[in-house]
């Protein structure tokens, strides 16, 4: 089983939808993220969170919400989705004593 | 957060061939994270540069980092079709990860 596990892997949903990605890890890691991928953009941060009491926005997080259920469990949500928000989403983790993130596979997000 | 530059966006090389790509900051990073992602898939984690002046091997990749910390470098020898894929730097911010937009290397065979 993967690490860090995305579902759904494709989403695709129509303009003011709700709709919520979700991301769990085994790695027993404390801290968690969600990213956004576009073509040309790299990869810009969403939000972060570095416990289950502790969530931080990130440099997009205007439309998005998050909510940190577990320690190994960090969702996303697109409240009323729109359709600049079509991309590709990952989910990323990492602890103090771990070099690098490790993501998830990423949920192919479309919205119509 | 403060921005790291990749160049360049974009190369196509034969097999055989080598492959540069370059991560500039205007300010001096306190280390410099480098990821490959092959088309289809997700970032994978493959280096963390700390010192200045440093060189670290994997392979046929060699990554250095600049004396005066605001640059980055990854180095492909002898590229195969395995190779194909982008390559991010990402600096470090408040324990988060700032990604450059990439570098898409293509080979062909």
């Known amino acids: 089983d993967a690490d860090v596990t995305q579902t759904p892997r ?5 303009t003011g939808k709700r709709i919520m990605l979700e991301c769990s890890q085994t790695k027993g890691h404390d801290r968690m993220y969600w990213y956004r ?3 040309g953009l790299g990869l810009r941060l969403i939000y972060y969170s570095f416990d289950v009491k502790d969530i931080n926005k990130g440099e997009i997080s205007d439309g998005y919400s998050v909510s940190r259920q577990a320690q190994a469990k960090f969702s996303l949500s697109l409240e009323s989705a729109i359709p600049n928000q079509t991309a590709l989403y990952f989910c990323a983790t990492s602890d103090l004593d771990s070099y690098g ?5 990423g949920t192919r997000l479309t919205i119509v | 957060g403060q921005q790291v530059m990749q160049i360049p966006q974009y190369q196509h090389v034969q097999e055989g061939e080598d492959f540069t790509t370059y991560c500039n900051s205007s300010t001096t990073l306190s280390n410099i994270q480098w ?3 092959r088309p289809g898939g ?10 200045s002046g440093e ?3 994997q392979k046929r990749l ?22 194909v894929g982008t390559y991010f730097c990402a600096r470090s911010g408040y324990s988060t990860l700032t990604f450059g937009k990439g ?7």
């Open chain 2, 62 to 83: 060699t990554f250095q980092f600049g004396e005066a910390k605001k640059n980055s470098s990854l180095h492909i020898t002898a590229t195969q079709t395995t190779d």
């Open chain 1, 101 to 105: 993130y490790t993501f998830g596979s």
């Open chain 2, 35 to 37: 990821y490959k992602q």
């Open chain 1, 37 to 39: 991928q576009d073509p």
């Open chain 2, 55 to 57: 060189v670290k091997k």
């Open chain 1, 10 to 14: 494709n989403r695709i949903t129509k």
């Open chain 2, 42 to 51: 997700h970032p994978v984690f493959l280096i963390q540069l700390v010192k």
């Open chain 2, 103 to 109: 570098t898409m290397l293509l080979v062909s065979p």
